[in-house]
């Protein structure tokens, strides 16, 4: 059973580090749908609590959400081959696709690649989004009103998204009352 579940968490995450394109952000959904839906490891709210608390944190979302949900399944050994396994795929398709990007960047079928897969990302966001809003994990009008202020303060207003998730946690830490649900 215990070398079942380290395979499993292996699996996860090399699945998504493997088919992730466009950094950690872009791997969310993917990563969503192995430990909520395909493995039952986390509710949506549980995801959406450890993808909140991780990118409260410095570096990387995927290794972080690897190393979060790794511990919980299989322990230090799970956290490790968690972390191993979200970044190896990444480390692998880097070095052996590098010299053939730089060398084929200017191609035309190689910039159509890239063009596609940037809408591609950002609809795998916007998706990851629309399915925490709509669960439980965003149960309140104070939550709206959060995303809200938080999209205008980073996009509208040029404020370093550290500045934003910081003032957000500190207002989460000293009015709980009017942030958490009834």
């Known amino acids: 059973?215990?070398?079942?579940?380290?395979?499993d968490i292996f699996?996860?995450?090399?699945?998504?580090?493997?088919?992730?394109?466009?950094?950690?952000?872009?791997s969310i959904p993917l990563m969503r749908a192995e430990i909520v839906d395909n493995y039952g490891w986390f509710t949506n709210?549980?995801?959406?609590?450890?993808?909140?608390?991780?990118?409260a944190l410095p570096g990387p979302i995927a290794p972080k959400m690897a190393a979060y949900t790794g511990y919980n399944v299989g322990g230090i050994p799970g956290a490790i081959v968690g972390v191993v396994a979200s970044v190896v795929p990444t480390a692998i398709l880097i070095v052996l696709l590098a010299k053939l990007l730089i060398m084929y960047k200017d191609e035309p079928r190689?910039?159509?690649?890239?063009?596609?897969?940037?809408?591609?990302?950002v609809v795998l966001l916007l998706h990851a989004a629309?399915?925490?809003?709509?669960?439980?994990s965003f149960p309140a009008y104070p939550m709206f009103i959060i995303a809200i202020a938080a999209f205008a303060l980073v996009v509208f207003l040029d404020i370093n998204p550290a500045i934003v998730m910081i003032s957000g946690l500190a207002i989460g830490f000293m009015f709980p009352e009017y942030i958490l649900p009834k």
């Open 11 to 26: 699996m996860a995450f090399f699945k998504s580090g493997l088919l992730c394109f466009g950094g950690g952000p872009a």
């Open 45 to 55: 709210e549980q995801f959406g609590d450890a993808l909140a608390a991780g990118n």
């Open 130 to 136: 629309m399915q925490f809003m709509t669960k439980q």
């Open 1 to 7: 059973m215990w070398a079942k579940n380290l395979f």
């Open 110 to 121: 190689v910039k159509g690649m890239l063009a596609v897969a940037k809408p591609i990302v």
